[in-house]
């Protein structure tokens, strides 16, 4: 299985703020990486796949970038409905693991 | 739009067979490949594995004895039946659409997973 790890695994940062979230790939999984927000009590939505392309109907304030085994999710201009736990996903060879999830706070 | 909702018991036995199903709503079961994924208490997801509309699955080797993934086109429906549960099953179970498909040379084209039920809760107990 291929091992994701996101850091940090935490967050807190202030409304108005830039904040990046990493997630490493254990092995080279070229731009077959995907970024899931959720917030409590809902199911995930998707936000970036492909590692950079935003998904239709997600805010501009969204980037996603890297390739092969580092990647980055930035949130530009942070709003009150962005506190929520991220998750990154490899799509390059099953089973499609997750990283372990970062959990942005209000400061 | 597409929308999913799972459906199934939330209380399952140790040692039964956990069942669910995923009802497709406002479009076409083909030619997508239908995921399900869980969560278990405060903790993060876990890919369970897909079926194609045409029926091949894939599956998660922690999971592959013990699942089963398959499609009823005629319904728009996909089900999900894991057996020989334990307290560790315990968990929110999510299905998803997955619209990869393969290009002409073979080459994945991935989109994520672009659509997902609400969730539902099932306790091995």
């Known amino acids: 299985d291929i091992q994701m790890t996101q850091s940090p695994s935490s967050l807190s940062a202030s409304v108005g703020d830039r904040v990046t979230i990493t997630c490493r790939a254990g092995?080279?999984?070229?731009?077959?990486l995907n970024w899931y927000q959720q917030k409590p009590g809902q199911a995930p939505n998707l936000l970036i796949y492909?590692?950079?392309s935003l998904q239709s109907g997600v805010p501009s304030r969204f980037s996603g970038g890297g390739s092969g085994t580092d990647f980055t999710l930035t949130i530009y201009g942070l709003l009150p409905e962005d506190f929520a736990t991220y998750y990154c996903?490899?799509?390059?060879?099953?089973?499609?693991?997750f990283g372990q999830g970062t959990k942005l706070e209000i400061k | 739009q597409v929308q999913l909702q799972e459906s199934g018991p939330g209380l399952v036995r140790p040692s039964e067979t956990l069942s669910l199903t995923c009802t497709v709503s406002?479009?076409?079961?083909?030619?997508?490949?239908w995921t399900w994924i869980r969560q278990p208490p405060g903790k993060g997801l876990e890919w369970i594995g897909y079926?194609?509309?045409?029926?091949?699955?894939n599956y998660n080797p922690s999971l592959k004895s013990r699942v089963t993934i398959s499609v009823d086109t005629s319904n728009n429906q996909f089900s999900l039946k894991l057996n020989s549960v334990t307290a560790a099953d315990t968990a929110v179970y999510y299905c998803?659409?997955?619209?990869?498909?393969?290009?002409?040379?073979?080459?994945?084209?991935?989109?994520?997973?672009?659509?997902w039920g609400r969730g539902t809760t099932v306790i091995v107990s």
């Open positions: 998803a659409r997955d619209p990869h498909y393969y290009d002409s040379d073979g080459t994945p084209q991935d989109y994520g997973l672009d659509i």
């Open positions: 406002g479009g076409s079961i083909s030619p997508y490949y």
């Open positions: 079926s194609y509309f045409s029926g091949r699955t």
């Open positions: 092995q080279t999984i070229s731009n077959y």
């Open positions: 492909g590692a950079s």
């Open positions: 996903q490899q799509s390059y060879s099953s089973p499609y693991t």
